[in-house]
């Protein structure tokens, strides 16, 4: 069974910092890409990040550009999302998401493309 489980969520005043991270258990996660989405209250879900399989190519939305890395280690299963100097619309529901994928180097963005989700993790960021 495949579940994807975020952590690392919270309240964090304008100019802080988090780090969410997400474990990936029922699969051999180098066969996966990943990406990190959110949502906000009233708004659709966006991509906000994405790394291939092999981590060699990444992916962030204009926004977030310079200030979020996203990184994966697949010995641990794990993906991470490192995000500095928030603003208050980065507040948000975070999702991690899994796309199996025959191509190593492999960048998925779409949604609809991805197999696999966790059930999200809430970033609040006060002004």
């Known amino acids: 069974q495949v579940q994807l489980v975020e952590s690392g969520g919270g309240l964090v005043q304008a100019g802080g910092s988090l780090r969410l991270s997400c474990i990936v258990h029922?699969?051999?996660?180098?066969?996966?890409?990943l990406g990190w989405f959110r949502q906000a209250p009233g708004k659709e879900r966006e991509i906000v990040a994405a790394?291939?399989?092999?981590?060699?190519?990444?992916y962030y939305t204009h926004s977030v550009k310079d200030r979020f890395i996203i990184s994966r280690r697949n010995a641990g299963n794990t993906v991470t999302l490192q995000m500095r100097n928030l603003k208050s619309e980065d507040t948000a529901i975070y999702y991690c998401a899994a796309d199996f994928q025959f191509i190593e180097s492999a960048i998925v963005v779409e949604s609809s493309q991805y197999q696999y989700w966790g059930l999200g993790t809430q970033v609040t960021v006060s002004s």
């Open positions: 029922g699969v051999t996660l180098s066969n996966y890409a």
């Open positions: 790394i291939s399989r092999d981590g060699g190519k990444l």
